[in-house]
């Protein structure tokens, strides 16, 4: 595949610049891209349940409230 000189330029400096081949460049930049799948509420909601859970030991006996006011007055 021939490229004009000044593509083939920016093409060989994204790919310096990611550290590839322009060749792997342009086989990035054809491919088809994974489209997310897109959470429900709900998914949403639980995900932040277990971060939360899985957060509560380091933070028992802590108050947010006070958190933020401290911070607020150390300024």
């Known amino acids: 595949m021939r490229f004009p000189a000044n593509l ?3 093409l060989k400096m994204e790919a310096i610049s990611k550290q590839m ?8 930049k054809l491919s088809p891209k994974k489209k997310h799948k897109q959470k429900s509420p709900l998914q ?4 932040f349940r277990k971060l939360a859970a899985g957060n509560k030991k380091y933070f028992t006996g802590k108050s947010l409230s006070d958190a ?8």
Do not use: N
């Open 44 to 47: 949403i909601i639980q995900e």
């Open 21 to 28: 081949s322009v060749t792997a460049l342009v086989h990035q």
């Open 8 to 10: 083939y330029m920016a």
């Open 68 to 75: 933020v006011i401290e911070m607020r007055y150390e300024q």
